[in-house]
């Protein structure tokens, strides 16, 4: 498998909610993010691009178009620009037979959802890119949301640290229960990750009364 650290360069494909907080977070830690595009264009500097810049102008600009910090570049071209990590965080779709083949980053990390389709899935895995699927990558929206949930029923308020803590604690588990799924059944992330999902909602509908 191709290594990964903080210091790998990634680049992003959208700038919204998901895309500019794993931005900022990955910065944070002192990734280098080479590229980012969004609906209005795209920015390359291979030295890094400044994210809190970055934010600054796209909250003026309400684009990443016309920033300083970086070259423009065509927004087609995105996905297959020189990196170690991409982020697709806009659309579905867009992992497919056609960029699949010039995609040149060693891992995949799906945070929007569905981006990679299946021929291109094909073609990512004979090239050795590793892809962490959306159900997984970009599950910790949706188990806040849980949190959220959990908290109302029992009119309960946890602050951010807590939140936080919680979700490191379920991500965690849930990498860790999905890499021994692939490891019992030889099998790629998205599917460990699929076969870990059907069998925990078969298992809870059996123990509910529900049978087919
Ligand atoms: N917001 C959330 O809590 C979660 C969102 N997702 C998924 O992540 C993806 C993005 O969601 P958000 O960030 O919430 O949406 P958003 O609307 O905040 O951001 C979307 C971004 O994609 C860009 N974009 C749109 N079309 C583009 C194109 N053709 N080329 C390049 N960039 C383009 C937009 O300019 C914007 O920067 C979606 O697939 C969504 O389903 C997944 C999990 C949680
Ligand atoms: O806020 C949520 O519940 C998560 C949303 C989500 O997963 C999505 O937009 O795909």
Same mark, same amino acid.
């Given at each position: 498998?191709?290594?990964?650290?903080?210091?790998?360069?990634?680049?992003?494909?959208?700038?919204?909610?998901?895309?500019?907080?794993?931005?900022?977070?990955?910065?944070?830690?002192?990734?280098?993010?080479?590229?980012?595009?969004?609906?209005?264009?795209?920015?390359?500097?291979?030295?890094?691009?400044?994210?809190?810049?970055?934010?600054?102008?796209?909250?003026?600009?309400?684009?990443?178009?016309?920033?300083?910090?970086? /070259?423009? #570049?065509?927004?087609?071209?995105?996905? &297959?620009?020189?990196? =170690? !990590? +991409?982020?697709?965080?806009?659309?579905?779709? @867009?992992?497919?037979?056609?960029?699949?083949?010039?995609?040149?980053?060693?891992?995949?990390?799906?945070?929007?959802?569905?981006?990679?389709?299946?021929?291109? /899935?094909? #073609?990512?895995?004979?090239?050795?890119? &590793?892809?962490?699927? =959306? !159900? +997984?990558?970009?599950?910790?929206?949706?188990? @806040?949301?849980?949190?959220?949930?959990?908290?109302?029923?029992?009119?309960?308020?946890?602050?951010?640290?807590?939140?936080?803590?919680?979700?490191?604690?379920?991500?965690?588990?849930?990498?860790?229960?999905?890499?021994?799924?692939?490891?019992?059944?030889?099998?790629?992330?998205?599917?460990?990750?699929?076969?870990?999902?059907?069998?925990?909602?078969?298992?809870?509908?059996?123990?509910?009364?529900?049978?087919?």
């Amino acid at each position: 498998m191709p290594s990964l650290s903080w210091k790998s360069s990634f680049l992003h494909q959208g700038f919204g909610n998901v895309g500019s907080w794993a931005a900022q977070l990955l910065s944070e830690q002192g990734a280098k993010i080479v590229a980012v595009s969004d609906i209005t264009g795209a920015i390359k500097n291979s030295s890094g691009i400044d994210i809190t810049s970055l934010l600054n102008h796209v909250n003026e600009s309400r684009g990443v178009k016309g920033f300083s910090g970086g /070259d423009s #570049i065509d927004p087609n071209s995105i996905l &297959v620009e020189d990196c =170690d !990590i +991409l982020i697709p965080a806009a659309l579905g779709g @867009v992992i497919n037979r056609d960029s699949a083949k010039d995609i040149k980053a060693k891992f995949i990390i799906e945070a929007a959802n569905h981006p990679t389709d299946p021929e291109a /899935d094909e #073609i990512l895995s004979k090239k050795g890119v &590793v892809v962490l699927p =959306d !159900i +997984l990558a970009n599950s910790g929206g949706v188990t @806040v949301s849980y949190f959220e949930w959990v908290q109302n029923i029992q009119g309960f308020m946890w602050d951010e640290d807590k939140v936080n803590a919680e979700l490191k604690t379920y991500m965690t588990k849930g990498f860790k229960d999905v890499k021994e799924m692939c490891k019992t059944h030889n099998c790629d992330l998205r599917m460990g990750a699929f076969s870990l999902g059907v069998n925990r909602v078969a298992k809870a509908t059996l123990l509910r009364g529900w049978e087919a």
